[in-house]
């Protein structure tokens, strides 16, 4: 995290991270992503594709943050398959941290980690703190996109140590310009509250342009776009 994190600056307004993920699997999505949104926005990319690191490097060289997706299992699986390797519930430690290494060797550049689908491993707190811890050990947060109604991550990230951020919002669960807008609204009130808020999204054509035109007049409205890294808690000593 300390060697890839994208500096945020200095200031007092309030922070606002936006994470969109899905990047790295479509050329052309991916593409018109990086086209479009601006550089403070944080993006996460799958592990599957063969030219992976090439797209990570562009978005570090246009000034993105970028996380690691990894595939972990959702409470339909296998109905949504979030792809090979995925952790599990039950699977055991060893299987588990395997999958995830697997995942941590497919590139490089990230801070950290996110969840590619996973609301069933991010529910259960046994199968998820071994995860955690090994990320702690290896020096990366972890951010939560929100998926799991009932996350155990808060209370595990405080026992291992990790450095987390949860994302409040899914900005774009309803696929309309009016629901995206209020979605992003409603960041900008919990970030006038709490100081702090932050957002998830994928890369859907509209949820580019949304952010992106959210994006042009944050700054007038008292508020700072910032990367992921800036606002996780604070690991233990």
Do not use: C
């Not at 395997?98 to 996973?118: I, P």
């Not at 808060?154 to 696929?175: H, K, M, N």
């Not at 054509?205 to 700072?224: E, H, K, Y």
């Amino acid at each position: 995290m300390q060697a890839y994190a994208v500096p945020a600056g200095d200031s007092t307004k309030p922070r606002i991270a936006i994470v969109i993920s899905g990047l790295g699997v479509s050329a052309k999505a991916t593409a018109a992503a990086l086209a479009g949104l601006p550089p403070q926005v944080t993006l996460a990319f799958a592990p599957y594709a063969a030219d992976v690191q090439y797209w990570v490097t562009l978005a570090r060289r246009q000034g993105h943050e970028v996380l690691l997706e990894v595939p972990m299992e959702p409470f339909d699986f296998s109905d949504s398959d979030p792809g090979p390797h995925t952790l599990r519930v039950g699977m055991g430690e060893d299987s588990n941290t395997d999958r995830l290494v697997w995942a941590l060797t497919r590139f490089t550049g990230y801070v950290g980690v996110t969840n590619l689908l996973g609301a069933r491993l991010l529910s259960d707190a046994d199968s998820l703190e071994p995860v955690l811890a090994y990320l702690t050990a290896h020096g990366l947060l972890f951010f939560d996109n929100g998926v799991a109604a009932r996350s155990a991550v808060p209370d595990v990230a405080a026992r291992t140590g990790t450095a987390f951020a949860q994302s409040t919002a899914t900005i774009d669960s309803i696929q309309t310009a009016m629901e995206i807008d209020h979605q992003l609204s409603e960041l900008e009130n919990e970030a006038r509250v709490h100081g702090t808020a932050s957002g998830s999204g994928f890369l859907y054509p509209l949820t580019i342009d949304r952010v992106t035109q959210w994006a042009q007049g944050l700054s007038g409205r008292g508020f700072v776009l910032v990367p992921a890294s800036a606002i996780v808690t604070a690991r233990k000593p």
